[in-house]
């Protein structure tokens, strides 16, 4: 007797089987099964059966956040693990705000309304910010003019909402559904009235645990819903105060443009913040940053599952990434460590390095934040964090490829482009960020397979240190590669040094001693500033091919050249060096304090060098692709 397949999901199999079956039983061995009714009750009922298993299968994949497609799948699960997905972020800028009142004015204090607009135009667009906070200053006289500064205004791009729920006996917990989906939940307010008729408020804070909330404790929770829209819960008189029936609940926040306001810088402000007649000037500290759109379906199945495993708190390396990456959209990558792996160890510190999204930057209010709202409440007391910002290091490539034109149809133009192509994603998938290494096998293997035709590739590597110089000022600049370098191949842009009272136009060249020998290249050697022609007009530095380190000290750079604003200081790599790592840790000694200072190349991104062919500055390109077709044994 033949068996059903009941494993089969492909509605043709399901009917085959169906036929199968049915053919093995004596009561239908005539039937035609093509020509009769009873094909379209088969039909039924493999349309059925593939339904149900269809169903199920969606079911089941629903369950988990690895495999959920639908957004308030991956939301619901992502809830129960105790993570709120980011909302709509709104751009904030630091600016300063001189208020010079008319001479009617009397007041010795003026106050800066939380509700007061500021106005930046950016690519034809024009967007309001407001202050997150109400502020008051007092009167200054400045050359005889007196004025009110209000200093680092923190200001947060968006609209203005207000939103009035009334408290039902049937509904006191919530939820309250805020009816806007760009909503920043970053600056949701939540104020009780206690009815119609009494007209008293109280401001209610927000919470993101249920660590030490009591019965009478006034707080609510924010959550997003199965609609994609946040909502509002407050407490049931256990966990969190209860509501009354008849309490009013004014919801304020910003909604928010998202990423569009990012990079405003220039201010402006129609209200009036002292009376008729002032005149209002803003300067800005710190551009617009921050703005972000909501967090996607992928960010969510990313992050909620490392998020839970921090549990709320932050002990390990890997609890800090999670918190700081989860509470800022600007930021990119992140690499922590612990002060006692410094030599000798510093206890009671953790290094923290931030790498921002491209085109964003990374304030100190940021770094502010961090330390007070996400790190200081989740970590063990005496723990200080020390920001380190990240370095770049720049590597230049210079590849040829061999090729076999019989196995392609591709130009060499072609064929050039499809290795550039391969760079590219192995740079954008593997690189940029912290805590990310070159390995050469590896790019070797992504060119290798980009054509079918490549027959062997060969990849020369340097590397590039940028250095903003301070001009026209004496100056120590100590450049750490990381890596063992090759002699006789430092070189550098053009820039204008002044010695002895002549001013040359130089590039760097490195000379080594003469113990510095094959094939170990073990040593030291000098650094010369070298005019276009060869002439050494004089030694400006030394360099330690084992550590990567050049000094230059006490040089004073007069100018770079074209529009340069970085010194860009090239080195190959010694023949040995394969990988370039970003995982050890270098250490000095600041002499000057007798501290140890950490100077760690995990804070290193590496970087592909956009550098381009420029005899005014005296430019490389950063990469050089060749391929060359295969010469045909004879």
């Not at 200081?376 to 590849?399: G, M, N, Q, S």
Request: glycine share 6%; with cysteine; net charge negative.
């Amino acid at each position: 007797m033949a068996q059903l397949n009941v494993s089969e999901l492909d509605f043709d199999n399901i009917k085959a089987n169906l036929k199968t079956y049915l053919q093995s039983q004596t009561e239908f061995e005539d039937y035609n099964f093509e020509g009769s009714a009873l094909a379209v009750l088969i039909d039924l009922l493999a349309y059925n059966t593939h339904y149900n298993g269809m169903l199920a299968h969606m079911l089941a994949n629903e369950n988990f956040i690895d495999t959920a497609i639908k957004r308030e799948s991956v939301v619901s699960i992502a809830k129960s693990i105790g993570y709120t997905p980011r909302s709509n972020l709104g751009a904030s800028a630091t600016v300063d705000i001189t208020v010079t009142p008319p001479s009617s004015f009397t007041s010795t204090t003026l106050s800066l309304s939380r509700n007061i607009v500021l106005s930046s135009t950016k690519d034809g667009s024009t967007y309001s910010f407001y202050p997150i906070n109400d502020s008051v200053t007092s009167a200054q006289v400045i050359d005889g003019v007196t004025k009110f500064i209000f200093k680092d205004v923190i200001v947060k791009e968006g609209r203005r909402v207000t939103n009035a729920f009334t408290i039902a006996a049937a509904n006191t917990d919530g939820p309250y559904i805020i009816p806007n989906a760009s909503v920043d939940t970053t600056t949701i307010r939540a104020q009780i009235q206690t009815s119609l008729s009494d007209l008293s408020v109280t401001t209610w804070p927000v919470s993101t645990t249920m660590l030490d909330i009591k019965s009478d404790t006034k707080t609510f929770w924010i959550e997003e819903g199965i609609d994609g829209l946040f909502q509002l819960r407050f407490g049931d008189g256990v966990l969190g105060q209860k509501l009354d029936t008849g309490n009013i609940l004014n919801v304020d926040y910003i909604s928010s443009s998202g990423t569009g306001p990012n990079g405003c810088k220039t201010f402006g402000c129609s209200n009036t913040i002292s009376s008729s007649g002032e005149s209002i000037a803003i300067t800005t500290s710190s551009p617009a940053s921050g703005g972000a759109t909501q967090e996607t379906i992928d960010e969510i199945r990313f992050n909620a599952p490392r998020y839970n495993a921090t549990r709320d708190r932050a002990v390990t390396e890997q609890d800090y990434k999670s918190l700081i990456l989860q509470s800022n959209s600007n930021i990119q990558s992140v690499s922590v460590w612990g002060g006692e792996k410094n030599d000798p160890p510093m206890y009671g510190r953790v290094f923290i390095s931030l790498n921002p999204v491209a085109g964003q930057i990374i304030t100190e209010q940021d770094k502010d934040n961090i330390t007070n709202s996400v790190i200081d409440p989740k970590t063990p007391v005496a723990i200080r964090p020390v920001f380190v910002d990240p370095e770049y290091t720049y590597l230049t490539l210079t590849i040829s490829s061999t090729y076999d034109p019989k196995e392609t149809t591709l130009t060499k133009g072609q064929l050039e482009t499809a290795i550039q192509t391969a760079v590219t994603e192995y740079f954008t998938t593997k690189l940029n960020k912290l805590n990310k290494s070159f390995y050469y096998s590896r790019l070797h293997d992504l060119i290798n397979s980009s054509t079918d035709s490549i027959i062997s590739t060969n990849i020369q590597l340097g590397v590039q240190k940028r250095v903003k110089p301070t001009l026209k000022s004496q100056h120590n600049y100590t450049v750490k590669f990381n890596q063992k370098l090759q002699p006789n191949e430092i070189s550098s842009t053009y820039f204008n040094v002044t010695l002895s009272g002549v001013t040359y136009k130089v590039s760097l060249e490195d000379v080594p001693a003469s113990t510095v020998v094959a094939p170990l290249y073990s040593g030291t050697g000098v650094v010369n500033a070298v005019t276009s022609d060869g002439q050494v007009v004089g030694e400006v530095g030394t360099i330690d091919y084992d550590s990567g380190t050049v000094d230059l000290p006490s040089i004073v750079i007069d100018s770079l050249y074209g529009t340069e604003t970085h010194l860009r200081i090239n080195s190959g790599v010694h023949k040995s060096v394969k990988d370039i790592t970003t995982q050890a840790l270098v250490r000095t000694s600041d002499t000057s304090t007798a501290a140890v200072v950490a100077k760690p190349s995990r804070n290193t991104v590496l970087i592909l060098d956009d550098s381009v062919i420029n005899a005014t500055i005296n430019s490389g390109s950063g990469l050089s692709i060749t391929a060359n077709k295969e010469v045909e044994e004879v």
